[in-house]
């Protein structure tokens, strides 16, 4: 839907060249899409090709998204960049948890995706990452190239800048308990 | 006395040393580092019971990157599971090709044709290089220094591309294979690799101008972390880190597999001879900047000396090495990577351990960082400059 | 030896002179250690008894001759088909070098040696050598964490790379998936 602007209130035209309308989701979107901050959260190999986005040659900075924090509470991006273990899947949430909404998550590498290379007999290796937090990004590839982050990162400005950016997401997280809750409910049933 | 004053470089005990080093104790506090910080390097999480700035005691808790490699290795035949070598340590994965190949082939007895020894020991000199760069760089990060990072991204640059060419990826490439390369490399290839290595010979002082002469550089890690010779050989410390702590052994020069036994290099050993001890921080990072010359003397020679031919055994199409063990070991730029093989006569192994230099090297720090400042204790996590994949696997 | 391996086409292999060093040496000063030993081929080895393990590895650190001043690897190898468990030690010596005569006498080119432990496979347990090299301590957790031997006389024993309330011991031939684990679901490989 495009955004109102000016013209369709019909206003004074005197009035039209010095005020702008708009609404408020769309002027925050705005400023969310071009301020992003990931955490710096390198989990493998995918880390490395996120530093690599972070530094000389690819400057994830051009699209405003190259602060990288340290801390998950000053952050609103999540760069899943590497394998999520069983021992590392807690900590991961508790990271989640812990950053402030509105908060976006990139799932970047095959192992994210999906558990990648180790789905099969990896049995430390959580298999995908949206069984832990909700994902709004999936970024194939192992390791993904620079490119495919930046426009990782692109996909992800236009759909905040879309507002779509909670509703439409899988939340496997929520579908995953929602089964553990009918599945016990179907057995106290039966029971 | 503080273990920090009676250690800086200039031996003198500075003014405003904590006193809870000497005489007075306060409470102490557990606390915790990692894995989510950016100093441990990924995954990495450190339990710190300090007091005050004062490390008492730590332990490392690894495991967070645990990715049954060495199981996957039973599953899938040998040539499937050779990807997953890459993946060990990602920082250095043709060295890990390399000696995860040898192992495999050992077993059965293969013979690797000529020019693709040498296209093994170039590639992985090359990454070698490109490694350090990366550890040099994010040394510097760590001890808050972001330009070096940056310069040394663009020399690393150059280099990734180098191998995206020959393999047609930039981090974990599947290009040694059982039996030889997966590819020749073309004239132009290496008219391009010379190039890179005079780039990065040229660079280097700048490097150097930025880290190992920064007055600022040498106060955060001389004398500090000091790992010495007896420390480190029971720890089983091995690659840099050894080397720092005056052990003059490179299993290049002292073990030589591959042909490593035909090129002239020098092994550099601590302590520098520009500051600090044997052993601490300063040497240990001294000693990677000088084994960046070193490889590129190892390149030149073998691109030197390289013949033509082919680049591929004849591999039987399912490769099954007869019954055996095999124990393999390589230089890789964070120590000695070794892998014992256990082949069942099938075409997947019976049971394969990988040796990762990283994981003895971290577990020395529960010994040595005890009465480290908490500041001086990322400095030394960083000079071990370990990588997480290699430590879980 | 040396003649041996000189002669091309030699009717026997040659023999790994660390190990023989190493086995001549052990067998002087504790006979009833020694059970076994290969000492040709790639993977030369000697296989003591557990209660010997640690004689047998305090002689091979300290004896002047031999010095293996670092234990490089520790692992455990199942083998259902025996009902056993193999405890491999790789041993190197980083105060003596070795001499450049060694490459061409022995097939292996890399001058470490090798012990090897057979115990029960429902009582796997060794004597711990962590007292012997403190770089043996981390290994011997993960041998414990991965293939499940135990280790006797030392500290704690705890699993190192796993969660500690992880199921079994992943490496053992008849390890099973779990299906899941605090919530988040495990797809077997058998279900894929
Ligand atoms: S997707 Fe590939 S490169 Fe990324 S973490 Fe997984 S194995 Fe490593």
């Not at chain 2, 840099?240 to 042909?259: E, K, N, Q």
């Not at chain 3, 080119?109 to 796997?124: E, F, G």
């Not at chain 3, 004597?127 to 414990?144: C, F, I, L, M, Q």
């Amino acid at each position: 839907m495009p955004e109102p602007t000016a013209q369709d209130y019909q206003l004074d035209p005197e009035l039209q060249s010095s005020v702008i309308l708009t609404s408020l989701e769309w002027v925050k979107g705005w400023g969310r899409r071009n301020a992003l901050w990931p955490v710096s959260f390198g989990l493998a190999c995918c880390a490395m090709e996120m530093m690599a986005v972070a530094a000389t040659k690819y400057d994830i900075d051009r699209f405003g998204a190259g602060v990288f924090r340290a801390s998950p509470r000053q952050s609103d991006v999540m760069i899943v960049a590497g394998t999520v273990t069983h021992k590392m899947a807690p900590r991961v949430r508790r990271l989640y948890d812990q950053m402030p909404d509105p908060k976006y998550v990139i799932a970047m590498g095959a192992c994210t995706v999906g558990g990648g290379p180790y789905v099969k007999h990896g049995y430390h290796v959580v298999q995908g990452v949206d069984l832990v937090v909700p994902v709004d990004i999936y970024l194939p590839g192992c390791p993904p190239r620079p490119e495919a982050l930046i426009d990782a990162f692109r996909k992800l400005q236009h759909r905040i800048s879309e507002k779509r950016g909670d509703t439409l997401r899988f939340d496997a997280v929520e579908k995953n308990r929602e089964d553990q809750r009918r599945k016990a409910a179907g057995g106290e049933a039966a029971g | 006395m503080s273990p920090r004053a009676e250690s800086t470089s200039t031996g003198e005990v500075h003014e405003g040393q904590p006193l809870v080093g000497r005489d007075l104790r306060t409470e102490e506090l557990v606390f915790n580092m990692g894995p989510q910080h950016p100093a441990t390097h990924g995954v990495l999480r450190v339990v710190i019971k300090s007091d005050g700035e004062v490390v008492r005691s730590l332990e490392p808790h690894i495991g967070n990157l645990h990715r049954s490699s060495e199981k996957i290795g039973e599953e899938l035949p040998y040539y499937q599971w050779l990807p997953y070598v890459d993946r060990w340590d990602y920082l250095a994965a043709m060295n890990n090709e390399h000696v995860a190949c040898m192992a495999i082939e050992r077993l059965g007895g293969l013979e690797v044709p000529e020019r693709a020894e040498y296209i093994r020991i170039i590639v992985a000199e090359v990454q070698r290089i490109l490694s350090h760069l990366m550890a040099i760089g994010v040394y510097g990060l760590d001890l808050g220094a972001f330009t070096p990072f940056l310069h040394q991204f663009r020399e690393r640059e150059r280099g990734l591309d180098l191998l995206d060419h020959i393999a047609g990826a930039r981090l974990l490439y599947h290009y040694v294979r059982i039996g030889g390369v997966k590819r020749d490399v073309s004239k132009e290839w290496i008219d391009e690799l010379e190039v890179f290595l005079d780039a990065v010979e040229k660079r280097l002082p700048d490097y150097n101008t930025l880290l190992l002469h920064n007055h600022i550089f040498q106060e955060r890690t001389c004398g500090i972390g000091v790992i010495d010779r007896e420390v480190a050989v029971r720890w089983g410390v091995t690659g840099p880190a050894l080397r720092a702590a005056g052990v003059s052994w490179d299993t290049r020069r002292d073990a030589p597999y591959s042909i490593y036994d035909r090129f002239e290099f020098d092994v550099p050993v601590g302590p520098s001879p520009i500051a600090g001890v044997a052993g601490d921080c300063f040497a240990r990072h001294w000693l990677r900047v000088r084994e960046v010359t070193e490889s590129v003397k190892i390149v030149r020679q073998a691109l030197g000396q390289m013949p033509e031919g082919p680049v591929m055994a004849r591999v039987p199409k399912s490769y099954k090495p007869p019954v055996g063990e095999v124990y393999v070991r390589g230089e890789n730029p964070r120590g000695e990577l070794a892998t014992y093989m256990v082949s069942e006569g099938k075409d997947r192994a019976y049971r394969i351990r990988c040796r990762g230099p990283s994981f003895s090297n971290i577990a020395v720090i529960t010994e040595v960082s005890e009465g480290l400042l908490l500041g001086d204790l990322v400095a030394m996590i960083g000079s071990l400059d370990i990588v997480l994949g290699e430590v879980d696997r | 030896m040396t003649n041996e391996s000189d002669s091309q086409g030699s009717e026997a292999p040659p023999e790994d002179p660390v190990t023989l060093r190493a086995l001549a040496l052990l067998r002087k000063a504790h006979p009833d250690a020694v059970v076994d030993a290969v000492t040709t081929g790639r993977h030369p080895y000697i296989e003591v008894t557990a209660d010997g393990l640690c004689d047998a590895c305090l002689l091979l650190r300290d004896h002047d001759e031999l010095l293996y001043d670092c234990c490089h690897l520790v692992t455990g190898v199942d083998r259902p088909d025996d009902q056993q468990i193999e405890v491999v030690y790789h041993l190197v010596s980083y105060a003596r070098l070795p001499d450049d005569e060694y490459r061409k006498r022995a097939e292996k080119n890399d001058p470490w040696v090798a012990l090897k432990v057979r115990v029960p496979r429902d009582k796997p347990e060794v004597p711990t050598v962590s007292n012997v090299w403190t770089g043996a301590d981390w290994h011997e957790r993960e041998t414990y964490d991965l293939v499940g031997v135990i280790f006797t006389g030392r500290e704690e024993l705890r699993r190192i790379l796993l969660p500690e309330d992880w199921p079994g011991h992943p490496l053992r031939k008849d390890w099973e998936f779990p299906v899941e684990y605090h919530g988040v679901p495990i797809v077997p490989p058998e279900a894929q």
